[in-house]
Nanobody
Framework: QVQLVESGGGLVQPGGSLRLSCAAS????????MGWYRQAPGKQRELVAT???????IYPDSVKGRFTISRDNAKNTVYLQMNSLKPEDTAVYYC????????WGRGTQVTVSS
């Protein structure tokens, strides 16, 4: 069974940048469309970035132009480069497939605050 481990979160000032990583165990990783999700306190989990098996990407308007998702199938890893961070980006960030087929990892906390 695939296990997902997210890392790279932290505390950053508005306008700053972070790069998140998601390491997946299992060799089937490359066959899935993958996404980064986030969940802020009191809110539902939302999808913020998608990367297909071929490397095509999709973003909602809320992060378009600021976030970049990428994947390295050889390393079974998905990345999320986040620039120009805003306080409203504060959340726990998770990765999973689309639709979410794997057990959720623990996520990584991103806090944007001055």
């Amino acid at each position: 069974q695939v296990q997902l481990v997210e890392s790279g979160g932290g505390l950053v000032q508005p306008g700053g940048s972070l790069r998140l990583s998601c390491a997946a165990s299992g060799s089937i990783f490359s066959t899935y469309t993958m996404g980064w999700y986030r969940q802020a306190p009191g809110k539902q989990r939302e999808l913020v970035a998608t990367v297909t098996r071929a490397g095509s990407t999709i973003y909602p308007d809320s992060v378009k132009g600021r976030f970049t998702i990428s994947r390295d199938n050889a390393k079974n890893t998905v990345y999320l480069q986040m620039n120009s961070l805003k306080p409203e980006d504060t959340a726990v960030y998770y990765c999973n497939s689309l639709p979410s087929s794997f057990p959720w990892g623990r996520g990584t906390q991103v806090t944007v605050s001055s």
